[in-house]
C-alpha cells in the first residue's frame, strides 16, 4: 500500500503552491492550468527558502508560448485548448 503525504498548501510568490510525495516530494501550483511563474528560478528559491522540502518543482508555461523559453528540462504535454 502507497501512501501519499500531502503539506498544506502554502503562497509563494502570491501562488498557491501544493507539496505531494513520500519518497520524492513533487511542488506544483495549484491552479496550474490557470496560473503561471514568470520566473522559474527565483521560484524555485523562494521554495527552498520556505523549507517545503520538495524534490521536484512543475509548472506550465503560458499556453501561447510554444517554444520552451526557461533552459530546464521539458517534456510536451497534451492540453485541449478551444478558442471561446
Known amino acids: 500500500m502507497r501512501v501519499h503525504l500531502e503539506k498544506p498548501q502554502m503562497m509563494i510568490d502570491g501562488l ?31 521554495l527552498r527558502a520556505a523549507k517545503t522540502g520538495a524534490d521536484l518543482f512543475t ?3 503560458e499556453i501561447a508560448e510554444r517554444v520552451p523559453r526557461f533552459g530546464v528540462h521539458c517534456e510536451a504535454g497534451q492540453i485541449l485548448v478551444i478558442p471561446v
Not at 19 to 27: D, E, F, I, P, T
Not at 35 to 40: F, G, L
Open 16 to 46: 498557491q503552491v501544493s507539496v505531494k510525495g513520500s519518497l520524492k516530494k513533487l511542488a506544483r501550483l495549484r491552479d496550474e492550468y490557470y496560473e503561471y511563474v514568470a520566473q522559474p528560478q527565483e521560484f524555485v528559491t523562494q
Open 59 to 61: 509548472f506550465l508555461q
